[in-house]
């Protein structure tokens, strides 16, 4: 057996976590505290570039695979590995967590070493959900990764933290459970089928599963999944959640952890019950669609700069869910592609809204104005990253944004006419808000704010970079990910029923009759 | 090699955007000016390779690389030459370059990071303008369609401390998202339908169907692409944003907001031609929507106040213009006119550059008058410009005009015929008003004084650094650069139209022959194309008719420049009273028909209500939070009524434990 790459992409935040023990939790140790877990947290971004590096783009199956027998007489194995999919979400959250750590360096001043662990044990959690094949190793991760958000939330977060962080807990907690009870019984089905019970993620996939049992399994992981993402109407833990949370918190919130319901559904909920999802994918695309269009409209009319980014979210997450129901593969790749280009894009904006609430201690976009005569550099990266944001072409966001709403249009017309009101929307609430920030004359408190310090740079830079690399060479990206999205549309189609399978879901063209 | 053209502008950008703080404007402007002239270079070596090509068959292409790729989708970086986007080329770039250099001028009262901003985002539009027509494909042609929409949004909201300039800019660029809307819908269909994205291969499928007779696939695929053409091309319903659009620069005005972005649509419509006219029904609903506009801009046109505003609606009226011979089948015509409307159109605003330049940012012409001895360069190019867009004979405008109303009345179309030719008349007429009150008459200086403090007041951005010049007594005509731009541009609005004259009077209408193929698929294929060859049947029919619309348009041209003449030159009193007399329409047409305010009463209110009353405050706050929190209370006695049966006693727990031990032991041992 090969080096346990993946464990060790487990392993290595906690074990930086652990080891920042050694540093007493005092004010003189704040810089070595940043410094180490920075450290960290960047050899684990190198590692998951190594993965890449080693992964065979190719290939739809999974890779890297490490399977150890855990609790044998249920059938629950450590048992890990990734596809094209997973490689590219653990690269975006080895992205992300540096960033959010040195974007906490000048605001993050209490408890900075358990904050610190936090993060970083919050890393670990959320590669071992991407890695996981394994329902019950899955479900541990899942729940793990609860604990230290709950924290981050409810510690560093701002005033109404405490609401915010049980609000989010007990929202996520009432679809885990659900989906704890189906995962239960998906082992116990295992049982009565095959002898055994398995928790073996592709050993489910081969189960044949009874198509009124499929209906109930799929409800339970599709109403976790819906609430992590969140779907409308299951969204308002969000705009709570990312307000009260310090701006790592809302980072790592948007950019990782919200992907968690989307890849849910893609490793989940679609392939486990093809029939169920086929069955279902039409009402969750409603949804879907519901959510793009309310999520703009009530985004439009928000005061705060983060609650307007967090509704954002609620309509961007929208267009992923719509493009994983389409299941085609531009729908499907183009939703994978939209939940890295949102990671990028929303993580973006929550970084430039910490840094101005950093300088000015509020969010209130009425406070502000043009910004653009104080701070030129913090505006014009505020700028890529709106127009990154609202699907420029050019930008990462349009790829994701255009592929989806192609399969869309070929499965449905219907919901991609409602869906593309979205790109007038997103402009619209952005570039109001964009507007009223950083254009017009320049008030007296806003007349001394300083433009960005190196460390800021040092956060802008990468995230710009990607955004505009995303945009320009998406092939580089959406190459690993179409085999494992063939992969993924192949069970699910060979699991459908076959009037569904006639309906015309994969986007032929009809040329020339 | 064609890369190149749109990548020297792009590098141009890079080093204004990156280093223009540090830079000189000197140093600025000539980079800028530097790629733009190089492009101009290399577009003009492009097009001299293209012409030593095989007539039918000139093309060049570069393939850079696969851009997404997914499925059985393909959207491949491509970049093509042929005879359109050939003119298109030029028309940016040797256009672009002047504009570039009368910046120079222009904008020298700025500081020198603003100055490199400004010229910053003016090189990144012509580079994304070039994308636009050199792609071969519908996703690169988007790329550049978003990417000039982005840089007219940037432009135009450059004085950004300006509320009414920012707004502007945001206006534009939702109004343009609207259209895109339409735009991607299309495209999707037309994927869907053909499997494919590229030009030459939809117009190959398409040129083996009939042509639509009811409404189908290809008149909705090709009406959505018209709602983005109206979008960018600011056509009725979504032209409110380009009047607005006048808050920018005034060289911005002149290259993006006349000469080339705002055509895009119309370029976007003669790049599909052979997909168009396989839809009759849109281009009905193109030829209507075309003139429609150009007539009732044309309208609005008459009453406005301000240099800039009638230039603007003039520019939308003359785009309505291009439209309608998109929809008659005419595309030739239509580009001819895209053509020679860059220079004259160009050169006018240049020309009022100069004039509010000269007038420290005063843009009211009610505040002007008596400049033609002051400003001679400034006015005779002005007036060539006029005399162009006017439609008087042997100027470039005349010949393309004349075409577009030829073919409307040609092809069947009397009605729009005459609403095109009502259009010319106007045209004239607000044009001529627009010299007159400028340029003839005499000039109040204190006006012009108090109209100089009124700038500051306002705060016409540009304005500070040259209040000298309206104190002083005499003002200053255009500097070099802008004199420079001028000229070479009246003469190109004289010239330019000789590449179009008619057979019919002699000519040899070699930009016809030169463009036709890029209308059609392959000479042969192309035989099968209904609109066009009913077109080119009625063109060689017969000569009489055509030698008559074209007197009659002469006069058309000639009486307007007369009424103007009357009005505004010699009895301003009679327009006065004409004034009073129709005091309602006067109003209505000074409010623009109302048509801002009817989409903010009908479409942005009730949304912004909606949204906030409704959605947020009701929907989210109320019925979602409100139900979960009544989950949580339930939930909440719920547990009230569990703690009870936590009393503490560690009997009732070992009582409790005992029962479930015994439960449990009987459910196995019984079962």
Redo the contacts between chains.
Sequence with gaps: MSFPILTSLVVLPIVGALALFALRDEEENERAIQIFSLVVAIAVFAVTLLLWARFDSASADFQFVEHHAWIPSFGISYNVGIDGISLLLIVLTGFLTPIALLCSWESVHKKTRAFCMAVLLLEAAMIGVFVSLDLFLFYVFWDAMLIPMYFLIGIWGYDRRIYASLKFL??TMAGSVLMLLAILGLAWLHQTTAGSYSFDLLALYSLPIPEHLQFWFFLAFALAFAIKVPLF?F??WLPDAHVEAPTAGSVILAGVLLKMGTYGLVRFAFPLFPAAATFFAPYLAFLAVVGII?GA??A???PDMKKLVAYSSVSHLGFVVLGIATL???GV??AVYQMLNHGISTGGLFLIVGMLSDRRHTRLISEYG?L??VT?HLVAAFLIIT?SSIG???LNG??GE??I??GT??WN?KF??CA??G??LS??YM??MF?RV?????SEKNRALPDLKPREWALLVPVIALAILMG????LF?RPI?PSVERMLEQVRRGAPVEANASGRD?T????N | MLLLIPLLPFFGFLVNASFGRRLTKSASGSVACAVMLAAFGVAALSVWQLLGMDAHNRAIEQHVFDWIVAGDFRAPLTLRLDPLSSLMILVITGIGSLIHIYSTAYMHEEIDSEYARYFSYLNLFASFMLVLVLGANFLVMFVGWEGVGLCSYLLIGFYYQKKSASDAGKKAFIVNRVGDFGFILGVLLLFVRFGSVDFQEIARHAAGLSPEVAFGTLSLATLLLFVGATGKSAQIPLYIWLPDAMEGPTPVSALIHAATMVTAGVYMIGRNAVLFSHAPETLQVIAVVGVVTAFMAGTIGLVQNDIKRVLAYSTVSQLGYMFLAMGVGAYTAGIFHLYTHAFFKALMFLGSGAVIHALAGEQDIRRMGGLKSELPVTYWTFLIGALAIAGVPLLSGFFSKDEILYRTYASGHTWLWVLGVATSLLTAIYMFRLVFLTFHGTRATADVVAAAQHGHDGGHGHDDAHGHDAHGHHLHDAPKPMAFALIVLAVGSILAGYVGVPQVIGGSNRIEQFLEPSFTVSERAGADIAGLDAVREHQSEESGPELMLMAVSSLIALSGIGIAFFFFQKNPSASDSVATQFAGLRTLLSNKYYVDELYDATIIQPIKIVSEEGLWKAVDAKVIDGSVNGVAESVGSLSELLRRLQTGSVRAYAASLFLGVVLTLGYYLWR
């Design positions: 007990l929202y109407p969204h308002t309310y409209l009530v439009m009319v928000q085609n593969t531009q790749q183009g043009g653009k005569l030129p127009l420029l072409p050019g349009f790829v255009f592929l709403l192609l249009f070929a017309p991609a006419v593309a009101t790109v007038i402009a619209t570039l109001w507007q950083n254009y017009g004359t320049v320009v060479l998406p092939n959406l179409a986007v063209p009809r040329a020339g």
